[in-house]
Structure formats: C-alpha cells, structure tokens
C-alpha cells in the first residue's frame, strides 16, 4: 500500500533550547577547574562541511534548572524531549544538539562518519550542576547521520556507546544510532477522540498477539516492513474481528532469537522493517481501520551488550550495583536500579513516549513477577531482604504505582496490562486501595489450568473437573486478560492443536472447544498468532506462520470459529459488560462429572441480555440433553463449535427451542438439547 502521510521535518518543540548563562564547563577530562570559555570554535571535519565560529556554544543547552530539578528527583517524565540527539539550528547554523547521562565519565565526545569516529574531534561539555549531563552542539551534520559516545570511564577505558535515546539505529549487527526525528502528521484523529469506549473495561477486547518478522514473509529471509503489514496484517485482523493487536516488542534489540525481548533501543523502533516513522503509518493504519495497538513493553531487564546500557559509564549506571538486584539469572540480562531517580525517569519517560509519540493504545508489561519478587529465580543467600525482612521488591512497587498514577492521569483512555503469574494482591486495582494500578492482568492461573485439563484424554477428564471451574474462585479477585500466548507454543511444548489429544477430528474439535470456553469464560481475550487457523508446528521467529495450511478443511473451520467467537463477544452486551464482575457470571451446573459436562450463564446489564453455555467435554453425543435455563421464552442456538462450517460434525440444534416449566438444575425452566462431541454452543434467548 502507498504510503499518504508524510512526516514533519521540524517542529518547534525541536527548536526549544535554553540559553543558559555562562558558567564553568568542561569538555575534556581535567583534574584542575576548566576556565569560563567565552567564544570556540567547532570544527566539523567532514571535508564537504566549513568551519564555522560559534559564539558561548558552551552554554547552548535544552534544560532549565527545574529539568534539572525534576531529573535528580526522577520526576522528569519527558527527558526524550532533552536527552538524546536533537536537530536544530543556532545563531543561524543548522546541526544537532547532544545531552548523555554519564555521571561517572571523564570525558565523553560524539563520534560518527562525519568525523572519521575520531575520539578526540567533537567532545561535549559537561554540565556545571552535578546532574552528570554531557550536552553540546555540532553544526552541519541532522537527519541520517550515524553516531555514539565515546566515553572515558574513570579506569582509563574508552567506551563507544549507543545513545539510549535515540529515536533510530542502525540495521542489526550493525549498532550505531542515527540522528532521526518522529514527528508526524498523524489522522487518525477519529480514533483517538474515541478510544475511551475501545480500550474501556466494559468494552470488548480480544487482541491477537503477533510477532512482527515471522507473522508473514515475502520469502524465507524477506520480512515484511511496517508498511507491508500496514496492508497485510492490518485487513486479516480486521477480518477476523480481533478488536486489538498486540506486537511483541518492536524496540530495537541487538539478539534476534530474544524475540525483542532483550531491549537496548528503548525509544527507537526496530529499523530490521523500517523507519519509526514507517511503524507510525502502521499504527494509524490500525486506528484507521478500528483496531486498537498494544505494545510490549520490558522494564524487568536488557542485555549486556557491549554498545548498550550496560556499565554505560564505566559505572553500573543504569543497572543495579548489587548483583543480588542487578543481574537476572533466568536470562543472562540486568536489571534496572529501580531505586535510582534517574533511571525511574528513564523508564516513565519511555512509556509515555511510546503513548504519545506513537499513539500506542495500551502497554502490556513484561515479567512484572520477576520485578515484584527479591527472591525471583534465586536460591537461598542469593538474595537480601527488603527492610521490613520480607521478599517485596520494595522500589520496583514503589516504580509501577507511580507509573500507572502517571500514565492513567495523561492517558485516561489507555490500558496499562501486567504479565504477572502470582497471587500478588492487586495488581489490577487502584493505587489508593494500596494496588499496583494496572487496568488489567494476565490470567496465568486460567491459562496453565486449562491447558493441563485439554491435553487430558476426555475419558478421564471427569476425574480433572476442578481444573476447568476452579478459575471462577478467584476471577474477580483481579480484572484478568485470558492468554493463550507465544509462551505456550514454544520450546517442546507443542502448538496449540499439538497439544490436543485423540485423532486428529478429536484434536481439532478440542482445539474449537477450548477456543469456545476462552471466550465465553469471563475477562478480555489473548490469542498468538496461527492458533487461530490451527498451527501444527511450534512457532518459528525465524519463520513464516503455515498460512498453507489454509488450504485444509479444518483448519479453515477453526479460524472461522474465531472469527464468530470474536464476533460473539463484540456483539453480545453479556459477553463484554460484566466481564470483570461476578453479576456477569453464574454457573448453571457443574455437577454432571461423568458426562463432563458444564453449563453456565453470562450476563449483561439488561435481564434479557443473557447467554447460556453447554460444553460438553468428551466425544460422546447426546441427545435430548436437559439444561436449566433462568427465563421463559424462545431459545436459540446463536453458535455451535461441532457446526460443519467449522469443521465439525454438524450435530446442532438450528430450530428454536420454547422453555418449559419445568424445574431442573435449580431454574424454575429448563430446555432439552442435542449436545454434540467435543462441542460448546451458546443459547440466546429470544
């Protein structure tokens, strides 16, 4: 699809740059106090560049003393305004201007082509309020350039470091930062003026996670760019009536095979599928055709990549210092200093960047259970207790409630979603009940119940029942997202069709029957991508979705029942209005073990919006099948996962059935049915 936007070139936010007054800076290291520097002269050495005299450029800075103020405090939430490279012009020369945080550097300088990465050519000046900023203005070089930071650390050595906040990078292996801006002329103003009722608890969410280079491919080695599945993703989920996408994070990361889980561009789109402006044009493209964007966000840890984060100068500047606190031995990464001002306003400022520079919908955050717990992953004595002796990960609590607080108050219409696999106790209700301010949870418990119970041989699923009902014990205790996610289809633990038992009609009736139980069970919906169409293979990164297999009958037929479910659960006020309380949820009987059958309500506000759902969980028919139902009136089945139009038997019941009066399962009127093997439907009445 041709790309119609186009991108501003500057704004005047860009040109917002402070005059500060003269005071005492240093560009180089020194052990004596530099002298106040009236007039220097930069020198671009790019041989096509002139020399130019540039009067008090050491006082040329984008920050106040209250950015100052509000940095050291770590309540500066908008540093990607400051920090970072800027394009901009003074006295009447066009260049970029450069501020780092490197507290602990003798000297830091710009290297790039456009000085030969000369170490000595293009230092910067070191601020004269103890912040540990190094800023400076370099003329004749903006937008594509490539660059980073030779730092000297206190021990002598030279680091050549990335900017971490730079907006664009160089392609994997390659590491350097470019010089980039992100603006952009978005209009998608219809949907950001509307999103409230999109992403609002009360509304439907069923999001398809999908990892953006293995979604679709061209060829085996060509991956489709941000524009490409601004065409190509963007109509298929729109087809499949999926209300939300989430991407696996899109962060520039150096280690394919981490899935963009080991992040060190956090403020710059991958450039392996183009420009951050291109992931713009995708993300409108989604508002544009009614599909909200949620982005995976990892604050738990990054990798210690040479280039990166790590030791950024010389000093466990952005990593915790202790080991017990600083290193995650699950994943060979580090963890954030939690406790740091700095590092808290880095960390806020990037989750309203990716809000408000790419109108993002919402943040599913990753691993918050390694960020909660002191003893994560660890053996006794690789640990220290909080101050209160427990196992709380104090400042990493204290950083989510701000987090949230901060986020909901700028971004109202947002949802903040929380990977978080314990029973940690409110991660999803307000901070001023004493929660973490999360607008929803992922409902591992569900998830890993309901697999175990699946992958059971329906003969002795009678004996497993409590594995199916017991989610309804806690699923209002949290407002819970349901996960059927990447982490289940990796890693020997087979596809989601995989894990099915019996002949392959019996795998794929399980697989339409635990799809009807996801999203008719209460709470907002997650599903990978290629469960849907019924994936035989374990997901690949480095490879294709089976789209071929499309060609099959079954497969068609299970992604055309979550095509209806989605439509279900976007139609039906029962499925979506109460999903987060109890009133919209009642079991109608759990009690028929030998049968493995269950029968349950869901409700809306109205009395008459209410659905009944039958499961029954083994291949065994039956016929004339009593169910309670909770008023009189014309039933209907609305859906049937055992219809043939979805590759099934086509045991269904298509006439309307009348309630008679007749008590069964503790309901005043009841219905007979015919139920069908591994089957679920769903009942309207009319």
Known sequence: MAKTTKAKTQSEEEKAVTKAPA??????????????????????????????????????????????????????????EKLGSHIT???????????????????????GNFNYWNKDSHHLFVRWDESGIWEGFIPYIGKGEAYKYCIEANDGRKLEKIDPYAHYFEIPPKTASIIW?????????????????KNSLSAPMSVYEVHIG?????????????????????????????THIEFMPVMEHPFEPSWGYQVLGYFAPSSRFGTPQDFMYLVEQCHKNDIGVILDWVPSHFPGDAHGLYEYDGSHLFEHPDMRKGYHPDWKSYIFNYGRNEVRSFLISNAIYWLERFHADGLRVDAVASMLYLD??????????????????????????????????????????????????????????????????????????TLKYFEKDPMYRKYHQDQLTFSTVYAFTENFMLPLSHDEVVYGKQSLVGKMP??????????????????????????????????????????????????????????????????????????????????????????????????????????KEQLIVVLNLTPIPHNNYRIGVPMQGIWQEIL???????????????EPIFAEEVSWQGKAYSIPLNLPPLGGLVLKVK
């Open 181 to 197: 801006d992100n603006w952009y002329e978005w209009t998608d103003s219809d949907w950001m003026a509307t999103r409230k009722n």
């Open 23 to 80: 005071k005492k800076r240093v560009s180089k290291k020194t052990t004596e106090e530099a002298p106040v520097v009236e007039t220097i002269v930069v020198v671009d050495e790019t041989p096509a560049a002139p020399s130019v005299e540039l009067k008090n450029v050491e006082t040329f800075t984008r920050f106040s003393d209250f950015d100052i103020s509000l940095f050291k405090s770590g309540k500066h939430f908008r540093l990607f």
């Open 640 to 654: 049937n996962s055992d219809d043939a139009k979805f590759g099934g038997s086509g045991k269904t019941n298509p």
């Open 214 to 242: 293995s979604w679709r491919r061209k060829s085996e080695e060509d991956k489709l760019s941000y524009v490409e599945l601004a065409d190509q993703l963007v109509s298929y989920v729109k087809e499949m009536a999926f």
């Open 376 to 449: 994560y992953s660890r053996n006794h004595g690789e640990w220290e207790p909080n101050i209160f002796g427990g196992n709380h990960h104090l400042e990493a609590i204290s950083l989510f409630r701000e987090l949230n607080e901060i986020l909901y108050a700028e971004f109202p219409d947002v949802q903040t979603i929380a990977e978080e696999s314990t029973s940690f106790t409110g991660v999803s209700r307000p901070v001023y009940t004493g929660g973490l301010g999360f607008g929803q949870k992922w409902m591992m418990g569900w998830m890993n119940d």
């Open 502 to 607: 019996g002949d392959e009609w019996q795998r794929f009736a399980n697989l339409r029957l635990l799809f009807t139980y996801m999203f008719t069970h209460p709470g907002t919906k997650l599903l990978f991508m290629g469960g849907e169409f019924g994936q035989t293979s374990e997901w690949n990164f480095s490879k294709s979705l089976e789209w071929w297999l499309l060609d099959h009958g079954y497969h068609q037929g299970v992604q055309n029942l979550v095509k209806e479910l989605n439509l279900l659960y976007r139609n039906e006020h029962a499925m979506f209005d109460k999903q987060f309380a109890p009133e919209g949820f009642e079991w109608i009987d759990t009690s028929d073990r030998n049968n493995s059958v269950v029968v349950y309500a869901r409700k809306g506000d109205s009395h």
């Open 89 to 111: 012009e003074y006295q009447g020369v066009k260049g970029t201007y450069f501020a780092v945080w490197a507290p602990s550097a003798k000297s830091v300088s710009v290297i």
